[in-house]
């Protein structure tokens, strides 16, 4: 059974940093691209980061590069998003998704969700 789990959400001020966590198992990591997703309320899910299966090589939004930093630990089948200076605007439930397609920013390109964690950033 594949499943995806995140953790380490939380309630973090302005200008703190969090590590999210995505365990997955049920299939190999080796063979998938792992995006991670946002959504703010109100607002569409909106990709962040992706890092690929082939190569390892990673991926930024715009509005994140710099602050956000993913990366795979292929013998703990974990993906981290280090979340660096955060702003209220990260405020949303963060996804992790895996996709054997490589890297995309449509969701509907991945085949398998997590549930969600939330990210609060308020003072």
């Known amino acids: 059974q594949v499943q995806l789990v995140e953790s380490g959400g939380g309630l973090v001020q302005p200008g703190g940093s969090l590590r999210l966590s995505c365990a997955v198992s049920?299939?190999?990591?080796?063979?998938?691209?792992i995006g991670w997703f946002r959504q703010a309320p109100g607002k569409e899910r909106e990709g962040v980061s992706c890092?690929?299966?082939?190569?390892?090589?990673?991926n930024y939004q715009d509005s994140v590069k710099g602050r956000f930093t993913i990366s795979r630990d292929n013998a703990k089948n974990t993906i981290y998003l280090q979340i660096n200076s955060l702003k209220p605007e990260d405020t949303a439930v963060y996804y992790c998704?895996?996709?054997?397609?490589?890297?995309?920013?449509?969701?509907?390109?991945?085949?398998?969700w997590g549930q969600g964690t939330q990210v609060t950033v308020s003072s």
């Open positions: 998704a895996a996709t054997f397609r490589g890297c995309f920013w449509s969701e509907y390109e991945y085949d398998y």
């Open positions: 049920g299939f190999t990591l080796d063979y998938y691209a």
């Open positions: 890092i690929n299966n082939s190569d390892g090589s990673t």
